[in-house]
């Protein structure tokens, strides 16, 4: 048994200064850093060792923050991801209005059966909301994805739920492409939105059998 079993890359994108560092910190350190929305220059990467199944996978976040008012994220980030979280802000309609712009690049430069979660960042800030949750929830379902609200600063648990979604998803596709011998194999799931009631009600199946 090696060290790492699989490698899993998921690249962030969306406009600058959303929180998509302080999501990726939430997740990987489980902290947040108070006034740390200093925008990312060029590419950044933290990554997180994860076990699946009794698999290792170590998955490698890529912050593309590269000049993203002018789209120019990096294309080789984009390339070798297999996963992918979309990120605006609910106090930023402009964020959420570049999401289709995002969608393009995505398609455009991503590779087959990529996966996509769509995540409302900064739910805390419900006073200065302009970006409704049933208009993220649309949107994901128009192009089946999934999607979540979030707080980097405050719901570390929707954090933890959204990017485990994700990694389990992404590793799943990767699975089968790459034949990865496993005892049991998961069927593909179709787009749905996660609220935090979906996820307590999830979790009471799995363990009540």
Known sequence: MTETDVNLSIV??????????????RFVDDKFEEGSSKPTVGIDYLRKMVELEGIKVLVRFWDTAETEKNGAVSDTAIKMAAGAVLVYDVTKRGSFDQL??????????????????????????????????????????????????????????????????????????????????????????????????????????????
């Open 100 to 209: 289709r712009f995002w969608m393009m690049k995505l398609h455009e430069k991503s590779r087959p059966n990529l996966k996509i979660i769509l995540i409302g960042n900064k739910k805390d800030l419900e006073l200065d909301r302009v970006v409704s949750t049933a208009e993220g929830e649309k949107f994901a379902k128009e192009n089946g994805m999934f999607f979540m609200e979030c707080s980097a600063k405050e719901e570390a648990g929707n954090v933890f739920n959204a990017f485990n979604t994700l990694v389990e998803e992404t590793f799943s596709v990767q699975r089968e492409v790459h034949t990865v011998r496993m005892s049991v194999v998961k069927p593909k799931l179709a787009a749905r939105i996660l609220t935090p009631s979906s996820l307590q009600t999830e979790q009471k199946k799995g363990c009540c059998g």
């Open 12 to 25: 962030l994108v969306g406009d600058a200064s959303l929180g998509k560092t302080s999501l990726i910190t």
